[in-house]
Every structure is written in structure tokens, then in C-alpha cells.
């Protein structure tokens, strides 16, 4: 099953992207950077976290069988996943993508 996007807003400083996020027909809960990564059975997707004024992304895994975002990372200012490498996540923590960040995955 694929992740379908939709209802897709910038948000914030940068206009960030978010979207809403469908998988099989069904809607996740949450709003979704749009650059998900494959991970296991399932998806790593940064998710948004609080309101307009503070709002912040945290690595989330969507499972397939429960279609569920569950968090696994702590909250950063921004997250654009870029590669998965073992357990290994390389994400921008910027808009602009300039530089590059590792987090380790532990489900």
C-alpha cells in the first residue's frame, strides 16, 4: 500500500509543506511533511507537532496493519527525510536543505 497525499497547506516560516496523508483509502491522523521514507513493513514520516506559532516535526512510523503515525524521535524545529540506511535516518533540518542530520531509528 502506498501513502497518498492531500489536503496540502505551507505552513510557518519557510512555508513548509504540510499535508494530510491517506494510506489504502483510510486517512492517518496528523499533518505530514510529505517525504516519507519505506521502513521495514511499513513508513518513517516526519509529523507536525504543536500550533502555528510553535510548531515542530517529529520522526513518526506509520504501521500498515493499524494505520497508525507513532513517534519515535524527539520534536525538531523542521525534518525532510532525505535516506534510510539500516537504522540510520539522514534528514534536513532546514528548509533550504543545506545541511544534514542523522537520527537513529529504534522501533
Given amino acids: 500500500m502506498a501513502l497518498t497525499f492531500y489536503d496540502c497547506n505551507r505552513v510557518g516560516p519557510g512555508g513548509t509543506l504540510v499535508c ?5 483509502g483510510r486517512a492517518i ?22 500550533g502555528w506559532l510553535g510548531q515542530r516535526y517529529a520522526l513518526a ?32 533540518p532546514d528548509v533550504d536543505a543545506r545541511k544534514r542530520k542523522v537520527l537513529h531509528v529504534a522501533l
Fill in 61 to 92: 512510523y506509520v504501521d500498515p496493519e493499524t494505520r497508525a503515525a507513532r513517534v519515535v524521535s524527539r520534536s525538531r524545529r523542521y525534518m525532510r527525510l532525505l535516506a534510510v540506511e539500516g537504522a540510520q535516518v539522514t534528514f534536513a
Fill in 29 to 50: 491522523r496528523g499533518r505530514f511533511d510529505p517525504s516519507p521514507l519505506e521502513y521495514g513493513d511499513g513508513y518513517l514520516i516526519p509529523i507536525k507537532r504543536g
Fill in 20 to 24: 494530510s496523508v491517506q494510506l489504502g
